[in-house]
């Protein structure tokens, strides 16, 4: 018996429509769905949110108890469970950090996937590093880079509940004001939420699991009050600092060294009055450099003068790029590092070292 050919194919058609039709049903929500939309219209139309979070201790969510209990997972469990939305997380961050080094390891990272929003969580670091006009200028050149590299996404601001230096509270104010950014301050949000600051905190500094449950509720309805008002993404308006638009850039080929080898990736030294010694143009100065629990201490001199002494023990070995001065005047300059035999350690009983990979100019 012959197949009728004819009558076989319209069904066939219509049976692998039925079919693709069936299996789009019962693709789950995919992230990055549709770039084109900003992250409230995503939201209203219950599309997968991006973020991404540059930030320190506090942006990576220290002092909670279990990874679950960090603030940007509480606000991912509260978006998920409240408005069925869910949010995908990357982090820039790093324990101690500051703006300058956030702008670093931004500019130096390869992929940029779409985010739909960004959380800067920056303030208690810088002002132990840094006057408040490095601070607005480094801050602002952050936001900016930011904002170049995903123009479509919203801005938060995170003021943290552990800053006590008003004028660089101001700053993130003012700049979230000019940008259009949503700023966050959780300082009086701690002060009025009935709890005492031990109650909130690990250790007075870095919130617990219940005080990251404050920064997830408050960032949440700031979101959601967003909506309401209809807010209109963060811009990217004229600078508000006149410096604010600088770019970093790494210079490893020094100009002199004595006492320091190479090992390990590192340029090394233990005995005291080693030098390494590197020339820039440029008004800005930092230095990237490993942190280990036997880091010694390492004076720096810009063209003769010395300008600061550096610590760079920390209580596990990590990458960092620390910011050392900002206003140099136009022109070349001469920065050199040399090590003092110190170490900030109180229980080292070895020998500190220094290990210095290269310096960090705009």
Known sequence: ????????????????????????????????????????????????????????????????????????????????????????????????????????????????????????????????????????????????????????????????????????????????????????????????????????????????GLGYKLYADAIYERFLDNIKQEKAVAGLPTKLHARSGFELSEIDHYEKMSGFRPMGGYFTSSEKGSVIQYTFKGSMLGVKLLRSPDGGEVNVWIDGNEITTLNTWWPFARERYLFVTNGLRPGSHTVRFEVTGRTKAMDLTGIPYVRIVSIITD
């Open 1 to 208: 018996m012959k197949t009728n050919a004819k009558s076989f194919i319209p069904f066939a058609a219509i049976a692998t429509i039925l079919l693709i039709s069936y299996i789009l049903q019962k693709v789950p929500k995919t992230y990055g769905s549709d770039d084109s939309i900003n992250v409230y219209q995503k939201f209203q139309s219950g599309q997968p949110i991006q973020y991404l979070v540059i930030g320190d201790s506090i942006g990576r969510g220290s002092g909670a108890e279990n990874p679950n209990l960090t603030w940007f997972k509480q606000l991912e469990n509260k978006m998920n469970d409240a408005n069925d939305i869910p949010l995908h997380g990357d982090y820039v961050v790093q324990s101690g950090s500051t703006a300058f080094e956030g702008l670093f390891k931004l500019s130096q990272r390869r992929k940029h996937d779409h985010k739909d929003l960004i959380f800067f969580v920056f303030g208690e670091n810088d002002r132990k590093y840094m006057n408040v006009d490095d601070f607005t200028m480094t801050y602002e050149a952050l936001m900016r880079k930011a904002k170049r590299l995903h123009p479509n996404a919203e801005l938060f601001t995170i003021t943290e509940s552990s800053l006590k230096y008003e004028e660089f509270a101001s700053a993130i104010g003012l700049l979230s004001k000019h940008y259009g950014a949503t700023n966050v301050d959780m300082r009086p949000i701690f002060k009025n939420s009935g709890y005492t600051e031990k109650q909130l905190t690990k250790d007075l500094v870095h919130p617990n």
